[in-house]
T-cell receptor, first 116, second 115 residues
Framework: EAQVTQNPRYLITVTGKKLTVTCSQN?????MSWYRQDPGLGLRQIYYSMNVEVTDKGDVPEGYKVSRKEKRNFPLILESPSPNQTSLYFCASTGLVPTGGSGELFFGEGSRLTVL | AQSVTQLDSHVSVSEGTPVLLRCNYS??????LFWYVQHPNKGLQLLLK??????LVKGINGFEAEFKKSETSFHLTKPSAHMSDAAEYFC?????????????FGTGTRLLVSP
């Protein structure tokens, strides 16, 4: 089954304790992206990756890091989490149209993070 | 620059009545436009997309949307609401044929369906 898998789905942590949210897709997609969803703000892009070893900042990258060492994985790293990073996080992937993909974004089910 | 405005944060309908969720966009380039649906505790799922072919786009679950360039709108409609349509809906814009670097999401419209 084609899917994007995020872990953990729920996490409560404390300020300053490094954490990683993993994201894996099994569709051989080139493009992967992280979003955060906050009430009244919709989804905002944190980072995206057009392919292995190619990453770039989205609209709200401060306090986050990513890496793309393999095509299927795109972890989101919070080196020193703060309470303003409490949010619902989504990973998404797509095959790009120029390389035969559909352009449809496939989303994981979300990771709800609370930073105390 | 691009932006998306979803004109209603909440829409309430009765089961069996029409649904209209409004979206206006602004884009410096010819846009691709999408509607996504998010059910509680789930990720987003694509409903339909416009990418310069027919201006009336049909999606899943009986939804459709019409691209109106003169009005810069991409409203989502359904003739008859079902209880299972209760969810949050997002309108999304991106420049056509330039990849997905600058997907811009609207703030969402929550659709409530009463029996």
């Amino acid at each position: 089954e084609a899917q994007v898998t995020q872990n953990p789905r729920y996490l409560i942590t404390v300020t300053g304790k490094k954490l990683t949210v993993t994201c894996s897709q099994n569709m051989n997609h080139e493009y992967m992206s992280w979003y955060r969803q906050d009430p009244g703000l919709g989804l905002r892009q944190i980072y995206y990756s057009m392919n292995v070893e190619v990453t770039d900042k989205g609209d709200v990258p401060e306090g986050y890091k990513v890496s793309r060492k393999e095509k299927r994985n795109f972890p989101l790293i919070l080196e020193s989490p703060s309470p303003n990073q409490t949010s619902l996080y989504f990973c998404a992937s797509t095959g790009l149209v120029p390389t035969g993909g559909s352009g449809e974004l496939f989303f994981g089910e979300g990771s709800r993070l609370t930073v105390l | 620059a691009q932006s998306v405005t979803q004109l209603d944060s909440h829409v309430s309908v009765s089961e069996g009545t029409p649904v209209l969720l409004r979206c206006n966009y602004s884009s410096s380039y010819s846009p691709s436009l999408f509607w996504y649906v998010q059910h509680p505790n789930k990720g987003l799922q694509l409903l339909l997309k416009y990418t310069s072919a027919a201006t009336l786009v049909k999606g899943i679950n009986g939804f459709e949307a019409e691209f109106k360039k003169s009005e810069t709108s991409f409203h989502l409609t359904k003739p008859s609401a079902h209880m299972s349509d209760a969810a949050e809906y997002f309108c999304v814009v991106t420049p056509m044929n330039t990849g997905f670097q600058k997907l811009v999401f609207g703030t969402g419209t929550r659709l409530l369906v009463s029996p």
